[in-house]
């Protein structure tokens, strides 16, 4: 017993010194939130700082930072939108990583969440991977040239049956 239990806990330890910053659920969870809700949620847990906001067509575009320097650079940005014809808003979360370890990560909680890969491939600078469902539409990349990721999450428009 007392062997499983150090096990549990050097598996624990080691999982924690790598972590990432953000889980697959909190990104798709960013996207159902308002800019300001988003920002108090990325800001309240002392994980990412406000790096700068910048006005783009008319849309504040927020970006934030991971403040460990224990873990690989990892930034968020939020704020990019499309407002359809009825008032609705279908809002987009970028997430980036300076270890693709972490967008590994990502595709199999995706992949647990029992998301739908439309599509795997490759390009001249990328590993993609796309994902689907009902809400939502992910793009996964890896790049093949750097030692970096991203994940960018966009609300679909819901139709009711």
């Known amino acids: 017993m007392k062997r499983y239990c ?11 010194v790598r972590a990432q910053s953000i889980s697959f659920f909190d990104l ?6 308002s800019n300001g809700q988003a920002h108090t949620y990325l800001t309240l847990g002392n994980v990412f700082k406000h790096q700068y906001l ?21 930034s968020i940005t939020i704020g990019e939108n499309t407002i359809l ?21 990502l595709i199999a909680q995706a992949r647990s969440a029992k998301l739908i890969m439309k599509f795997q491939g490759q390009d001249a600078y ?7 469902n009902e809400f939502y539409f992910i793009t996964m990349l890896i790049s093949t040239t750097e030692n970096k990721g991203s994940v960018v999450v966009t609300q679909k428009e819901f139709a009711g049956y």
């Open 6 to 16: 150090l096990l549990l806990a050097i598996i624990c330890f080691c999982s924690s």
């Open 85 to 105: 014809s009825n008032g609705t808003i279908l809002r987009t979360v970028t997430y980036e990583t300076r270890d693709p370890q972490h967008i590994v990560n």
């Open 28 to 33: 798709t969870n960013l996207t159902n939130l």
């Open 126 to 132: 990328n590993n993609i991977y796309k994902f689907d």
């Open 54 to 74: 910048e006005e783009v067509d008319g849309k504040k575009i927020e970006h934030f930072r991971s403040r460990s320097n224990k873990v690989k650079e990892q």
